[in-house]
């Protein structure tokens, strides 16, 4: 290698511990830090600054109220939802009982989505509690539900554009290898994917809520997908596509 | 609870002990909740981001090897990538925070006489607000925005090469400091 050349890449290393190379120059300097041992030794005394970074704002407390949240996500917690008599869901029971018959209508489409949807009934009246912000869309009238239909999972996508808020409902989420996670991109007319958040299936349950909060309108885009990526996520879509529902 | 490290808390999670993970929730969550702060600016948001960095934690406990550093910089590290992935999501304007910060937060720090982790933190913080204000525009778009070189250009409309010059200068300046300590 020309010694200008390892100069030029040498001179990226801070940038690249602080992880805002641009792509292709990360690539490049990916591809030579292979190879070579000093800029291996140089990039560890830059990732110890940007370690530091992480650790070095002072301290805040979080409220005790997401402690409790915290809890309620746990196997122990879910559980004891779970063994609730029915008698004691009153007002709750006959809420879900009115937003389980609204997404009934809206998706009457086939046999086979309405056995699916039947069985989301069967299992939202179990996870009441666990699945609050998707039962309040389902709740709102300007709420408009799409069916996810693929081969391996089904479920709904929840769109309120009063609210410009949207939900994913997936049942039977396939468990992903320890370096994979779950990524849910909004979709622009051109195609462009716009990351709407990385996440895992729901422990001990056997469906996944997603919220994903979009500050641009909904109107700017037309669908959503959610792909298999690299844990920690991806800036653009590189893995295999779980689903897509244009809405 | 209080009495065991990290790794053996870690060890006790991977076994579905929800003690252990409340553990380090309570040792941890101060320092993932004031970074994920640091990037999104607001509290619920922070609160949402440091609820999925711990749910991580608790469905990801096994992938933690000890032998690649300590869990709180893993959980550091997941926390900033979940609150720079929802801060593209909501496609905010950069933020450029204040240097002010409320004395009484580092009253859990330790004596600064002891040279541990986090007197060598806290120096780095006082390093950061010591930067001129141009490096320090840098390091905070560049590491709490999560923003390109290309795209701090465009931001804040300067040639890409003045960037790439601050941004090595300013992490030049920094990793003088950490070597102090």
Redesign the interface.
Known sequence: MVQDEHSLLRENIPAYALGTLDVQEAAALESHLQTCESCRVELGTYRAVSDSLLASIPLRLPSPALRNRLHSRLPSAQKQKLMRPRWNWSFGGLAMGGALALLLVMNLVSFQQMRQIQNQQTSLMQQIKSSQFALSMLAYPSTEAFPIADQQLSGSVLVDRERNTVALVMWHLPELSDDQIYQAWLIQPDGHRVSAGIFLPQVGESYTTQPIYSKQDLSEFIGVGVTVEPAGGSDQPTGPRMFAVEF | MTELNDTELVARVVR?D?QA??AL??RH???V???T??ILGE?ML??DA???T???L???A??YLNER?SL??WL???A???AL??L?????RPMLSDSQ??ED??Q??ADMETLS?ES???S??FA?QSLQPDHRKV?EL??YQ?????E?AEVLGWPLGTV?TR??AA??I??AK??ED
């Open positions: 579905g929800e993970f409340l929730y309570d969550s101060a320092r909740y004031a970074l702060l640091r509290a922070a609160e440091t609820q999925d711990f749910l991580k608790w469905s990801r096994r992938l550093g709180l910089l550091l590290t997941i900033r990538r979940t992935d929802r593209r999501l909501e496609a905010r910060e409320p937060a580092w859990f720090i982790d060598r933190w806290r780095m913080y950061v390091i560049a590491y999560g923003m390109s070189q290309s701090i790439k941004v090595r992490m030049d920094l990793r950490w070597n």
